[in-house]
């Protein structure tokens, strides 16, 4: 018998698509061990060095979970699946760090008064400043405006 019919033809494209990756991940490992990581980390800016330091972790625990799936073991029973959970969640949270900080101010000042000048009640007349500097809130009692009448439609 040969090789190729010893093994089975249905794992042939799985394991190509293995190898395939295996070599994709080896370039890239060379590219990044060709420096020193203190060289490449230190031209990061914090946010920089945590996902390098969460990318790095990642990688080694995915590299171990193969490895023990190769080999024909259980990676949960390695605590590899609850290593790797635990890396996801500080990328999460990188992530919304990230996102707040992207996320824009709020002028609370400006949202008050849109708010107070929103919150008109019927019957009684809008706040206005008052004739002047513009910093006195007048109260509506030098003159009352006409009520307006609504009209009801049927739907």
């Known amino acids: 018998m040969t090789e190729s019919e010893e093994f089975p033809e249905e794992l042939s494209d799985t394991v190509k698509n293995f190898h395939g990756s295996l070599g994709d ?8 061990l060709s420096q020193p990581r203190t060289d490449l980390y230190d031209k990061l800016d914090p946010m920089g060095k945590a996902k390098m330091d969460l990318v790095s972790a990642y990688a080694i625990n995915s590299l171990f979970w193969m490895l023990l799936k190769t080999m024909g073991e259980n990676p949960g029973a390695a605590d ?16 919304e760090i990230q996102d707040r ?27 206005r400043p008052v004739a002047g500097d513009g910093s006195e809130v007048g109260h509506g009692d030098e003159q009352e405006l006409p009520r307006k009448k609504i009209k009801q439609f049927d739907v």
């Not at 991940?25 to 990044?32: A, E, G, H, I, S």
């Not at 500080?90 to 992530?95: Q, Y």
């Not at 900080?101 to 706040?127: M, N, T, Y």
């Open 25 to 32: 991940l080896k370039t890239k490992l060379d590219l990044m």
């Open 80 to 95: 590899v699946k609850k290593e790797l959970d635990r890396v996801k969640e500080a990328m999460m949270r990188c992530k």
């Open 101 to 127: 900080a992207k996320r824009g101010r709020v002028d609370q000042g400006a949202a008050k008064r849109l708010v107070s000048s929103g919150l008109w009640e019927p019957g009684k007349s809008k706040i």
